[in-house]
């Protein structure tokens, strides 16, 4: 029973950074999901794939993985790199294409 601690990304729809600030400590899947044969619905006989806790800093979740004896791997988040722009560069004069309508 392996856990994975990360922080989560924002979705596609997000234009803020709401719900990516806390630490996630997640149960990899033990076994494949697999179709029902009678509904077609999507089922899984493991229950500790609905496990999903939040903590607030990353240490909080390694302590609680390390005092439950869970086998635990920390994903680093990656920083997006910051882009500053100002509506002003679109007027530049040293553009690298000239600004057209």
């Known amino acids: 029973m392996l856990a994975r601690i990360f922080r989560p990304a924002k979705t596609a729809m997000q234009s803020g950074k709401a ?24 089922q899984s006989v493991d229950m500790n794939g609905q496990v999903r806790l939040s903590f607030e800093t990353r240490d909080e979740a390694v302590a609680y993985a390390q005092k439950h004896g869970i086998a635990f791997q920390v994903i680093e988040p990656k920083e997006p790199k ?12 040293n553009r690298r294409q000239p600004w057209t309508h």
Do not use: S, V
């Open 19 to 42: 719900k990516t600030r806390d630490w996630i400590l997640e149960f990899e899947p033990a076994a494949a999901k697999r179709n029902d044969p009678l509904t077609g619905w999507t």
């Open 82 to 93: 910051k882009i500053i722009k100002a509506y002003a560069d679109n007027f530049a004069t």
